[in-house]
């Protein structure tokens, strides 16, 4: 795979250490220039040739270096995200030393953003680069660096630098590799309440419930005719004393509360309405942030749990639970853009789903979105609504 690679473009740097060296070259030639003697010619041309075997040294190291990036699937807003490198020195007999990767990061510019000729935050913060100390001849080892992901959505990503300032620290050489990937980032997920769902729930039809089907080892469903493999604690013996026949005793089973979330966008950023200071904007990205929660702390209670998204055409989930579901409802959230066209269509005024329903408003309740006993959240109540006596090793316990 790394031979399908392009071949990188090689730069060549001066670093802060290396300018004051050639500084202190100039000088020193000027002296021995000036009033020559045998003590500046050798320590000029000492100086010199240090700077030259620097340059060479480091540039034939990395001539068969190649790296490979293998980006990961999906981060989250507020934890840290790894990225791994693969380096290989491709050569015989040269090994490589201190070997630093880092990436090329641009900030996308959106329609918005260009008319006001103001580049978007980074989506991305480099909190460490990845650093490899030897990589011998034929070697492949791997480095990994830490960002911190600023906001959500598709994070794409082009160019990472593989560089060195070995051995002598004044000068850096740069192999720039073009690799086109993709890292989807999920919206930051706030520890709610642990009773918040308990009180939305009880008593409606997302409470506990005893299921239609049979199974489980709850209240009577029926019987029916034995069959191989049945448990004798299931079997009915009255039945047998009284007819002579194998029957099994069937049970109920009770299903998890339900809840869907819904998130009303349907109102364009332009249109919301903002108290005096209030960012529009901000206020949609905590109602996706707030929906997300209400879907962690389903997750984490063991509801089923589903989620809509109302203004924009994007199909209902249906109600499950498990891990590989809610990825799936928070890559639905990551994917959100804000900036594209909206529809007042979409919402859940009429539904027979046996689900509690909540609904979550950018800026203020519209009760025509969804059924008339659904649960409204705004954004404002983001706050109000968080577990404040969770501690920081516990919520990230919680977001896992």
């Known amino acids: 795979m790394l031979g399908n690679l392009p071949t990188p473009k090689r730069r060549t740097r001066l670093v802060s250490t290396g300018v004051v060296y050639i500084l202190v070259i100039v000088a020193v030639g000027l002296a021995a220039a000036g009033r020559p003697n045998n003590l500046l010619v050798w320590v000029f041309s000492f100086l010199l040739a240090a700077l030259l075997i620097s340059g060479i ?16 699937r999906r981060g989250r807003v507020g934890e840290p995200l790894l990225v791994r490198y693969e380096i290989v020195n491709t050569s015989r007999f040269i090994p490589a030393y201190d070997i630093r990767v880092e990436e090329r990061l641009l900030g996308p ?3 918005a953003f260009r008319r ?22 034929r070697e492949r080892l791997h480095g990994e660096a830490v960002f911190r992901p600023t906001r959500r959505g598709p994070v794409r990503l082009n160019e990472f630098e593989v560089s060195t300032t070995f051995p002598f620290g004044l000068m850096r050489k740069v192999l720039r590799f073009t690799q086109s990937g993709e890292v989807l980032i999920h919206p930051e997920i ?16 997302g409470g506990h419930r005893l299921s239609s089907d049979a199974g489980g080892f709850d209240d009577f469903f029926g019987v029916r005719e034995y069959r191989p493999g049945d448990s004798v604690r299931s079997i009915a013996w009255k039945r047998l004393a009284g007819t002579g026949t194998l029957a099994t005793i069937e049970r109920s089973r009770s299903v998890p509360p339900r809840m869907r979330v819904l998130i009303d966008l349907r109102t364009p950023t332009a249109q919301l309405r903002t108290a005096d200071g209030e960012d529009a904007r901000a ?3 905590r109602a996706i942030v707030l929906a997300a929660s209400f879907l962690a702390l ?49 919402g859940l005024s009429a539904s027979d789903e046996r689900s509690t329903v909540i609904v979550v408003h950018p ?6 979105v969804a059924p008339a006993d ?7 109540q983001l706050e109000s609504l968080v577990d404040a006596h969770v501690a920081p090793s516990a919520a990230e316990n919680a977001r896992a």
């Open 57 to 72: 040294v480091s540039g034939w190291m990395m001539m068969p270096v190649r790296a490979m990036r293998i980006e990961p």
């Open 109 to 111: 510019r959106t329609r």
């Open 116 to 137: 006001a000729n103001a580049p978007k935050p980074l989506p991305l913060e480099a909190a460490g680069s990845a650093w490899v100390m030897h990589v011998g001849p």
């Open 190 to 205: 706030r520890v709610l309440r642990a009773d918040l769902l308990a009180k939305v729930a009880s008593g409606g039809y």
């Open 283 to 285: 206020l949609e990205e």
């Open 298 to 346: 389903s997750d984490r209670l063991g509801f089923e749990y589903a989620l809509s998204i109302a203004g924009f055409d994007v199909p209902p989930v249906t109600l499950r639970k498990g891990h590989f579901h809610r990825e799936k409802l928070m890559s639905a959230l990551a994917a959100i853009d804000l900036d594209a066209e909206r529809s007042r269509t979409n």
């Open 363 to 368: 800026d203020r309740v519209d009760l025509g």
């Open 374 to 380: 659904a649960w409204h959240f705004t954004s404002r």
